[in-house]
């Protein structure tokens, strides 16, 4: 857990570490997290970047994210996410959360996220999964995945969806 302000070389660790987890918390000085971050090294992430109980402005680029091709948790909480989740997702066979919130702190609205990617459906193992707020649906085929048991989502159009609650 790391708390403070994150010094550029953090990024740049060089280790023989086999499992790689990050964890942001509240008071976390982050303006952007690099690309370098997603790493098939990479297990669980969790920036839940936090400001007096608020998001804070936090800027991942969601096209990355299958670069962590072993992750098997990915929880992002902030402000200032771009790109779209990747068409590739589904080779991320170790997934099993992926949670994606963004809020407009001026409106208290979910920030467009992008469409979710038909291929969410091969991420075999995924057990949870929270988008808000999506352009498009999930895929129906998500209810066949063998250990889902929770999928909700945000489309801002559509409203809110809970696929699954088990």
Request: hydrophobic content about 35%; charged content about 25%.
């Amino acid at each position: 857990v790391i708390k403070g302000k994150i010094p550029d070389e953090f990024w740049n660790i060089k280790c023989g570490f086999r499992l790689f987890t990050v964890c942001f918390v509240e008071n976390a000085d982050i303006n952007k997290v690099p690309p370098s971050m997603w790493t098939p090294k990479l297990r669980t992430i969790e920036l839940d970047c936090m400001a007096n109980g608020q998001p804070a402005y936090l800027c991942t680029d969601l096209s990355n994210i299958s670069k962590a091709i072993d992750a098997e948790t990915i929880t992002l909480h902030g402000k200032n996410f771009s790109g779209q989740l990747p068409d590739d997702i589904g080779k991320m066979k170790r997934l099993k959360k992926l949670e994606i919130n963004a809020l407009d702190l001026k409106t208290c609205t979910p920030i467009e996220i992008g469409p979710c990617p038909a291929s969410i459906v091969e991420c075999e193992s995924l057990e949870y999964l929270y988008l808000a707020a999506i352009t498009n649906t999930i895929p129906d085929e998500i209810i066949y995945l063998p250990n889902i048991k929770c999928c909700e989502y945000i489309n801002k159009e559509l409203g809110y969806f809970c696929l699954i609650d088990r």
